[in-house]
């Protein structure tokens, strides 16, 4: 293995702002710290997740990590140097995950849009080997965010769910799961009407197309509500008595509603692991990627339209 640098390439930004304007390519930041805890990884493949951008649009920064920082929630890679407390992991291992344990505090500040990356152990899965690092790096913030709102509705076999926001990186997660993983009796989903087949090939029942469908004016009702766009003020109707409904997007609603942020864990990428390897959980990756490391702004810029179909990954990170 080639020997590890102390300075490496990122992209990283000094000041808060939108990524075309602030997002510079930076090749000498110093190498992250290796904590006792913590595997140093050599990224392959980096995922973007709205939450990069937010970030940058200074929506936490009361609890954000001192700037300049590198962003990039969601890694694959391989493990290059263990800290000395570290059991699962050792040099060489391919690994996935989402590098920070709560996503709104505190966030690493040489995240995975870098050569280099150290994470703590526990957040980190071994890669399933069916899958490339690409369609790995898509899946951790978004595939755990989907499981964690399942788990929190008490969603289990024989209950149905309507997910708003179907087409997107945890709604194409949010389909997988309750029809394959939890045995959902019943999945339908809102997407606009290009994403609709998309939807049926994931494991929806009842594709929905919001921009000719009212979900309010549904016949019937469902046991859980998942709400992956921030679609809240129209979206009680169609809970049944007694129903659950979850949301990822501030702000926090009343009851029935429960909103969470994600607190990433690499038990529950290990625990999805046979589903992964079986194929009966798929990654979702939009078309356009991955893009090359070089056009990380670009990258950005195409999530930030809100068009991309799964996600948007970069790589070969070099």
Known sequence: ??????????????????????????????????????????????????????????????????????????????????GSEVKKFKVGDEVYGDINENALEYPKVVGSLAEYTAVEEKLLAHKPKNLSFVEAASLPLAIETAYEGLERAGFSAGKSILVLGGAGGVGTHVIQLAKHVFGASKVAATSSTGKLELLRKLGADMPIDYTKENVENLPEKFDVVFDAVGDADTTFKPLKEGGKFVTIVPPALPPPAIYYILKSDGAVLEKLKPYLESGKVKPILDPKSPFPFSQTVEAFSYLETNRAVGKVVIHPIP
């Open 1 to 82: 293995m080639a020997a590890i640098p102390t300075h490496i390439k990122a992209w990283t930004y000094s000041e808060y702002g939108k990524s075309t304007d602030i997002l510079k390519f930076d090749p000498n930041v110093p190498l992250p710290e290796l904590k006792e805890d913590h595997v140093l990884i050599k990224v392959v493949a980096a995922a973007l997740n709205p939450i990069d951008y937010k970030r940058m649009e200074a929506l936490f920064k009361d609890t954000d990590s001192p700037l300049p920082t590198a962003p990039g929630y969601d890694v694959a890679g391989v493990v290059v140097k263990v």
